[in-house]
């Protein structure tokens, strides 16, 4: 198994992150309780910040861990806790003390090898593991330490309950209220023991997660249609938490597959900088992709994932790097195709903010489908039940059924829809991008835009609030409003925002889940210049909204 480095500029130094004084001020920065910025906030996926903002530091990990410590008991979920993290700086110095709170409350955790990185679907895949054939007893669960893809000095905290998918806002808002009002009292009721006793403990235990993920493989993908067409593949984990996967998947199938860069680093300097100059891991931004989009003619299709591998990105020699949505609305038809076990009645989910070309091929695929508000836990029941075979969203996230129609995991999974365009191209004879083209030319072509606009929190507030009568109804850059939709259709739970749709175009506002700022989308069958239009009257729309 090959092995590769990819060729990547230095960052300015001033994007380098001081690991020793981020950690230590993980250690000694206390938050403030009674300042919101500094509070436990579970956004679209976990808790994050930086420890620098006293936003991700000791206590809050503290806290948050022992609100899923009563979370999980008030429950009866009296099974192991699968802990992995990711490598970023402040994941390890979570690891630990969650570790220890974890020990102070009694609970079973299974844990990777010393130094090894967890990737956020093998812990999905190792609680659904345990859990089968359990019923309602000695149920598992599992936390995951990742920022995802956020910038070098952040870190982040998740849950994954027993259906081994993102934890509901139902239990996220639990645990967050819990975990505040643990910091408020100054963590007096946080049970706690040295780090020491907790790695000795009988409750500590070891898991192979890289084994168990990649062994399962060929359950979910047909990897010997990949080594018999000879595809010729690149990954870049991109310093992320697959870094060990790929090679071993490389070896133990015999693949054509190369790792273009085995290292670690919590600075990210081997990371392209993102559209501001800013280091992320974020496999789906053109910036960082540079140097792969540069390098795809060295291989008939490169791929590359976040720091805790539950996004992925496809380039090909002629399409270069294929935008997520893109690539979803191909995924979707070949997997009907050529997967005979999956329930002639499972429908495809996709997050409302997702290309309706995605629209377009489940219609004529003749399968429902599901538009959920943004976040994958929103998948994960329909995922379990095998009411959904496909889950994904237009930020690259996805996941979809065995081969034999039953689950193999309800949270993101970026490493086996990477692998997908292997078989795409193995089974098909040609590359996601060729297939794109011409899904395109039979259903219409898409343009697709988001744009991010800082907001006071006042704002997003009122921005997650908005009703269909706040907004002018009729017309949409010259086409009659179809629907405007304030709650998913496929939950009938709000969308935090609003959705406009016409024949040919939408538009959808919310909030961001981590950040002082609100996100338009907007997508046009009928041109950029019709694009620009609904972008524009959407964005004065939204504005005059949220200011009144």
């Avoid at 009988?202 to 084994?211: A, E, P, Q």
């Avoid at 490493?415 to 996601?432: D, N």
Wanted: aromatic share 6%; with cysteine; charged share 20%.
């Amino acid at each position: 198994m090959p092995h590769d480095q990819t060729d990547v500029a230095v960052p300015p130094r001033e994007e380098l992150i001081d690991v020793s004084r981020v950690v230590g001020a993980y250690h000694s920065l206390r938050p403030d309780p009674e300042d919101p910025r500094q509070r436990v906030a579970f956004g679209t996926n976990g808790h994050r910040g930086s420890s620098l903002d006293a936003a991700f530091n000791d206590d809050h990990i503290a806290a948050v861990s022992q609100a899923v410590a009563e979370y999980r008991a008030a429950r009866g979920v009296t099974g192991p806790l699968f802990l992995g993290v990711d490598p970023h700086a402040l994941s390890e110095p979570a690891r630990i003390t969650a570790l220890e709170v974890f020990a102070g409350n009694g609970v079973t955790v299974l844990q990777d090898a010393p130094g090894a990185f967890t990737p956020t679907p093998a812990v999905s895949h190792a609680v659904l593991a345990h859990n089968r054939g359990r019923g309602t007893q000695g149920l598992a669960d599992g936390v995951v330490i990742t920022p995802s893809h956020n910038p070098p000095a952040d870190g982040g905290y998740k849950y994954n309950e027993p259906h081994g998918g993102p934890a509901s806002a139902t239990a996220t808002a639990w645990i967050e209220q819990r975990a505040n009002e643990l910091l408020a009292t100054g963590l007096s009721q946080v049970r706690r023991v040295p780090y020491a006793r907790a790695r000795a403990a009988d409750t500590t235990g070891r898991y192979d997660f890289l084994g168990a993920y990649v062994d399962d493989l060929p359950s979910v993908l047909d990897l010997d249609a990949v080594r018999a067409g000879g595809v010729r593949i690149g990954a870049d984990p991109l310093g992320g938490a697959s870094v060990a996967y790929w090679g071993r998947i490389a070896e133990q199938y015999g693949l054509d597959l190369t790792v273009l860069n085995e290292h670690t680093d919590p600075t990210w300097r081997f990371v392209a900088p993102d559209h501001d100059g800013r280091l992320r891991t974020d496999c789906s931004s053109p910036h960082t992709m540079t140097p792969l989009v540069e390098g795809r003619g060295r291989y008939d299709v490169t791929v590359a994932n976040d720091a805790d591998a539950d996004r992925h990105s496809v380039v090909t020699p002629d399409g270069g790097l294929l935008p997520a949505n893109h690539y979803l609305a191909v995924a979707v038809p070949y997997l009907h195709a050529h997967r005979k076990g999956w329930p002639v009645a499972a429908g495809i989910g996709k997050s409302v903010v997702t290309s309706a070309l995605v629209d377009r091929v489940t219609a004529e695929l003749g399968r429902p489908l599901v538009e959920m508000p943004v976040g994958f836990k929103w998948f994960t029941e329909g995922l379990r039940t095998g009411e959904l075979c496909w889950g994904g969203e237009e930020s690259a996230g996805a996941s979809f059924l065995r081969r034999d129609g039953s689950v193999w995991t309800t949270d993101k999974d970026g490493i086996v829809p990477a692998l997908l365009a292997a078989e795409i191209m193995a089974v098909t004879g040609s590359s996601p991008s060729e297939q794109w083209a011409r899904l395109t030319e039979r259903l219409g072509r898409p343009h697709y835009v988001r744009v991010d606009s800082p907001a006071t929190p006042w704002q997003k507030a009122a921005l997650a609030r908005l009703s269909a009568g706040r907004l002018p109804a009729g017309r949409l850059a010259g086409e009659d409003v179809e629907s405007v939709l304030t709650h998913a259709p496929g939950s009938g739970t709000p969308l935090g925002g609003i959705k406009v749709t016409t024949r040919n175009a939408w538009f959808a506002a919310r909030p961001s889940g981590t950040e002082n700022l609100h996100k338009v989308y907007a997508e046009s069958f009928l041109g950029p210049g019709h694009l620009a239009r609904v972008l524009e009257e959407a964005q004065a729309m939204v504005e005059k909204a949220i200011q009144e």
